[in-house]
């Protein structure tokens, strides 16, 4: 009998302590104690550093930190078209820490007369007013659908992605910048510089017709690359190029 009447007060004392625990947890989330009243952002541009401040701030000024839906935040912040990833985590006994991975522009795509910033996997980051003079600007047919924050999976798009995926190393150091790119009707092409078109064909094996683009400039002279006008490698294994002022070359 003694021994159940200590297992009965064992268990009394358990129950008594979790239920105090409890209470207490409740206590310090209804209080002020871990109320968030600081929000930090890493990982984001100044701009969207603060559009992401006030976003988290709106959401969760005042809360406690011990109730927080940091899921909620993080759904929140994946609104927002520049924002890759997002993570919220606790940092006592005020602070919200929001840790952000971005998106990075690689084309300008027009069309029409709107022009949209694109990430490397075809998401549609911005619409602007201007050109974007530092991207490569690829023009696609009317009509094409691109919708900010959302992926792209038109087929000329993805071609001309393809293209600058599909460089190879020192490939802008041996040939040049991709300054512009066209696709259309299944076939793709890119511009080097102002004046040097590289007919591509299809966007297959385009790795493999990149690298030849850069042997057959390996055999154009530097008198001949001012006038160089096309390098053809729509079908790799006969590669062809042509100057402005000439009749097309077969490519070695």
Known sequence: MRSQGRRRLIVLVAVVGTLAALGSYKLLAMSSA??????????????????????VQAAAGGHSLLTLDRGAIESQLHRYAYVRSASVDRAFPHTLAVTVQVERP????TVGH?????????????????????L???????????????PSGDANLRAALAVLAQA??????????????TAHGGMVSALIGRHIRL???????????????????????RAQRSELAYIDVSAPGRPAYGLRSTSPLTGG
Do not use: W
């Open 168 to 181: 190879p190393a020192g490939f802008r150091g041996s040939v040049g910048k991709i300054t512009g790119l």
């Open 199 to 221: 007919r591509l064909g299809t966007p297959t094996q385009l790795a493999l017709k990149l690298t030849v683009v850069q042997r057959v400039m390996h055999h154009v002279t």
């Open 136 to 150: 490569p600007a690829v023009a696609l047919p009317a009509g094409t659908l691109l919708t900010v924050g959302r």
């Open 106 to 109: 690689v084309l300008a795509a």
């Open 34 to 55: 871990f109320a968030v009243d600081n929000v930090t952002v890493t990982g984001a541009p100044p701009q969207l550093q603060q559009e992401i401040m006030s976003t």
């Open 114 to 134: 709107a022009r949209y910033l694109v990430s490397a996997d075809g998401r549609v980051l911005e619409q602007r007013a201007g050109a974007a003079a530092a």
